[in-house]
T-cell receptor
Framework: EAQVTQNPRYLITVTGKKLTVTCSQNMNHEYMSWYRQDPGLGLRQIYYSMNVEVTDKGDVPEGYKVSRKEKRNFPLILESPSPNQTSLYFCASSWNSGQETQYFGPGTRLLVL | GEDVEQSLFLSVREGDSSVINCTYT??????LYWYKQEPGAGLQLLTYIFSNMDMKQDQRLTVLLNKKDKHLSLRIADTQTGDSAIYFC??????????FGTGTQLKVEL
C-alpha cells in the first residue's frame, strides 16, 4: 500500500530535550516536506527536500533541522524543543516537485512542556 | 510570499450545498488544490484545478477559479454529515512550495 508514515504519532517531551520525528514514504517520491498545523494559522511549511542531500527552508524553519540521506526517509529534528513548537506536524511527499499532488502522513502531535 | 485566506467556519444543513471560498495574492499559481482533513487524520486530496481552467466538476464537487479576482471556491452538492471536516485550499506558485490557507471548518447539521 502506497503511504507516508510518521513516528511517533504522539509525543510529550520537556523543553530542551532533543527529539526526532521520522517520516518514510514507499512511493519512490523525490520531493518531501514537513508542515506544522496550528489553530487559525493553517499549515505552514518548515523544510522541504527536492531529492537526496537537497534540502531547503520553508516558511518557518527556525528551531528545526532535517536531513535526507535516503530517498524514502526525511526525519525532522528538534535539537532543543521549546513550548512554542507544540503543534501538529505533517510529513508529505510527491513525485518531483512541490507543485504536484502531495500525499500526507497521518500527523504527529507534539507537546513540549 | 503568498497569502491565502479562508473563512474559519461554515455551517450548513444536510442536503444543502456548501460553498467554501479561498482568496489568494500570487497570480502565478500553477496548481490549485482542495484538501480535506477529518478529525485526527492527515490531509486527503479532494480535487485540484490547473490555473488555465475556470471550472472542474467531479461528482458532487465543483471547483470554480476566478483568476481575475484571485478567488477559488469549492462547492459540495447535497452535503452529507460525512462531509464535516476542515477544508484547506492550497496553491503552488513560484518555486517548489505549496502554500495552504487557514482552513475552513465545515459543520453539517441534521
Amino acid at each position: 500500500e502506497a503511504q507516508v508514515t510518521q513516528n511517533p504519532r504522539y509525543l510529550i517531551t520537556v523543553t530542551g530535550k532533543k527529539l526526532t520525528v521520522t517520516c518514510s514514504q514507499n512511493m519512490n517520491h523525490e520531493y518531501m516536506s514537513w508542515y506544522r498545523q496550528d489553530p487559525g494559522l493553517g499549515l505552514r511549511q518548515i523544510y522541504y527536500s527536492m531529492n537526496v542531500e537537497v534540502t531547503d527552508k520553508g516558511d518557518v524553519p527556525e528551531g528545526y533541522k532535517v536531513s535526507r540521506k535516503e530517498k524514502r526517509n526525511f526525519p525532522l529534528i528538534l535539537e532543543s524543543p521549546s513550548p512554542n513548537q507544540t503543534s501538529l506536524y505533517f510529513c508529505a511527499s510527491s513525485w518531483n516537485s512541490g507543485q504536484e499532488t502531495q500525499y500526507f502522513g497521518p500527523g504527529t502531535r507534539l507537546l513540549v512542556l | 510570499g503568498e497569502d491565502v485566506e479562508q473563512s474559519l467556519f461554515l455551517s450548513v444543513r444536510e442536503g444543502d450545498s456548501s460553498v467554501i471560498n479561498c482568496t489568494y495574492t500570487d497570480s502565478s499559481s500553477t496548481y490549485l488544490y482542495w484538501y480535506k482533513q477529518e478529525p485526527g487524520a492527515g490531509l486527503q486530496l479532494l480535487t485540484y484545478i490547473f490555473s488555465n481552467m475556470d471550472m472542474k466538476q467531479d461528482q458532487r464537487l465543483t471547483v470554480l477559479l476566478n483568476k481575475k479576482d484571485k478567488h477559488l471556491s469549492l462547492r459540495i452538492a447535497d452535503t452529507q454529515t460525512g462531509d464535516s471536516a476542515i477544508y484547506f485550499c492550497g496553491l503552488t506558485g513560484g518555486g517548489n512550495k505549496l502554500t495552504f490557507g487557514t482552513g475552513t471548518q465545515l459543520k453539517v447539521e441534521l
